[in-house]
């Protein structure tokens, strides 16, 4: 996913940027950078490996390396940001968050018809912020550039520019499927990710851009260059698992809606008679637990912790790229309380069932615990399409999704004509699906959100929502 941050003072500021940049660190685990600029020493920037480092130790004291009274930062999945652009705009910094899809074709066609040259990465990939600049340079003016550079590509792309003046120009994706906020102070304004991020540095709310808007923010205010549509298709994995609990998104707290959504399962199997009878509700932590709060608040049946996350050592942002380490660092996170496992039939809510091998294994862990029956719920419906449009479920192949695999397997190929079948659970597709995701991984029983129920948690027009992933509708 990513995230950015910055800001535009009549102070240095890059102490600030730094906490700002930190409060990201949950939507990302590749790269980090930082970039400022001020009339003597021009722009300065660092970029750090954080795949096996928290942003925190790599950047710690940078203001005394960097000043500047404006200042970006960005934590990436992937690519290497911010970059620093020569341009006939003028020279710039420039980080993107999103994904582009179709970014071998872009690129090619920039090679073919001579618009640039590109620095090749690991795997020949190419840096998707480089791109979107070539795209940018396009156009007569750099507004035409940012909306070109948009429309060419499928995916998305939130962008954060600044230049030597210290102005910021920042625009929001043309679909709106990640959130850009802008808070004020006395001296400053922002441009952020997470609203909570800057709220706890001493700004306030100011605004949040629509889908394709474009502005310039300075020190002394925000001024709009490109205005923007109330149409959008925001993700709605940041209210199930990617938003941070305190995080607002077009005014709905993440920490309401997953609550909320736990109770309307839960409610929803009590119409069914589907629950069973456990000792207790229980979240897979961290997302997963104000899910499980709501669902043992709609059922009545008490919310314990059976295991803790070790996050002081393990946090939830340091995911290791080889698949073998990520499996030890996920079992080594998992801290029992055994009285809480030992003999006890447990129900667990995890946010999402995606490949479903990490929850494979915290099953076992629990019952080589002791526990005496598992039973899953999910807070979304079965993934059966991989995101064409961000970093989340998106795979190389929709066959990496457990949904699809098990499908395939029951039925082959001509099963998945009957997509919506198997994702209702009141079907007898649904009811198979459901079973051998059981036999596989060891539940007692699983469940699924509905989507209704999904979208009605959120509380957001459904036509404003993306759920591609749920039920491959663009």
Same mark, same amino acid.
């Given at each position: ?17 730094f906490?700002g ?6 939507l ?8 400022a600029?001020?009339?003597?020493d ?11 480092s ?10 005394g390396?960097?000043?500047?009274n ?5 934590i990436?999945?992937?690519?290497p ?17 999103g ?10 066609e920039?090679l ?23 795209l ?12 070109y550079?948009?429309?060419?590509i499928?995916?998305?792309?939130n ?14 994706d043309r679909?709106g499927?990640l ?5 004020k ?18 700004f ?10 474009v502005?310039?923010i ?6 709009i ?5 109330d149409?959008m ?5 940041l209210w199930?698992y ?5 995080a607002?998104y077009?005014g709905?707290?993440?920490?309401l809606?997953?609550?909320?959504n736990?109770?309307?399962?839960? /409610?929803? +199997?009590?119409?069914r *008679? ?5 000792? &207790?509700?229980? @979240?897979?932590?961290?997302? $997963?637990t104000?899910?499980?709060?709501g ?11 059976p ?7 393990w ?11 990520r ?6 996170k ?5 009285e ?6 447990l129900l ?12 494979g ?7 080589g ?8 719920r999910?807070a ?17 192949s ?7 695999r098990?499908?395939? /397997?029951? +039925?082959g190929k001509? *099963? ?5 079948e &198997?994702a209702? @659970?009141?079907?007898?597709? $649904?009811?198979?699906?459901r ?5 596989q991984m ?8 509905t989507?209704?129920g999904m ?16 039920n491959?509708?663009?």
């Amino acid at each position: 996913m990513g995230g950015f941050f910055g800001i535009a003072s009549k102070k240095d500021c890059v102490r600030d940027v730094f906490f700002g940049v930190d409060y990201h660190t949950h939507l990302g685990k590749a790269r980090a950078g930082m970039a400022a600029v001020n009339p003597t020493d021009g722009f300065r920037k660092e970029i750090h490996n954080i795949e096996n480092s928290p942003f925190r130790t790599k950047f710690d004291n940078i203001s005394g390396r960097i000043k500047g009274n404006s200042c970006i930062g960005c934590i990436s999945d992937c690519d290497p940001q911010p970059l620093i652009i020569k341009s006939r705009f003028g020279i710039y910094a420039i980080t993107m968050v999103g994904y582009i899809a179709n970014a071998d074709e872009l690129a090619e066609e920039c090679l073919k018809n001579g618009y640039g040259v590109f620095q090749p990465m690991s795997g020949n990939r190419i840096n998707s912020t480089e791109l979107i600049t070539l795209l940018i340079e396009r156009k007569d003016t750099l507004v035409e550039g940012i909306k070109y550079a948009q429309e060419r590509i499928r995916g998305s792309a939130n962008l954060l520019l600044m230049f030597e003046d210290g102005k910021l120009i920042t625009a929001r994706d043309r679909e709106g499927r990640l959130p850009v906020r802008i808070g004020k102070s006395k001296d400053a304004f922002c441009v952020s990710f997470e609203s909570f991020a800057y709220e706890k540095i001493g700004f306030v709310n100011y605004m949040e851009l629509k889908s394709g808007e474009v502005t310039e923010i300075t020190a002394d205010g925000v001024k709009i260059l490109e205005e923007g549509r109330d149409e959008m298709k925001i993700c709605s994995f940041l209210w199930t698992y990617y938003g941070y609990p305190n995080a607002n998104y077009e005014g709905r707290n993440v920490e309401l809606s997953r609550m909320k959504n736990g109770k309307i399962m839960a /409610e929803t +199997e009590m119409k069914r *008679g589907t629950i069973p009878k456990v000792d &207790y509700v229980s @979240g897979v932590p961290d997302s $997963g637990t104000p899910h499980a709060i709501g669902y043992s608040h709609g059922s009545g049946i008490p919310f314990a912790r059976p295991f803790i996350k070790y996050t002081p050592a393990w946090s939830r942002s340091f995911i290791p790229a080889n698949q073998e380490e990520r499996r030890r660092v996920a079992k080594m996170k998992q801290i029992p309380i055994i009285e809480l496992i030992n003999g006890k039939d447990l129900l667990f809510v995890d946010d999402s069932i995606v490949r479903g091998t990490q929850l494979g294994e915290t099953v076992s862990f629990l019952f080589g615990n002791g526990a005496k029956s598992v039973h899953m719920r999910s807070a979304c419906p079965p993934i059966m399409y991989a995101c064409k449009y961000l970093n989340f479920s998106r795979n190389n192949s929709d066959m990496d999704l457990i949904a699809r695999r098990v499908i395939v /397997e029951l +039925e082959g190929k001509e *099963g998945l004509e009957h997509i919506d079948e &198997y994702a209702d @659970g009141t079907t007898e597709r $649904g009811k198979n699906l459901r079973q051998a995701i059981c036999k596989q991984m060891k539940f007692d029983s699983l469940e699924f959100q509905t989507l209704e129920g999904m979208i009605e948690a959120i509380g957001i027009d459904p036509c404003k929502l993306c759920t591609y992933c749920w039920n491959g509708k663009e």
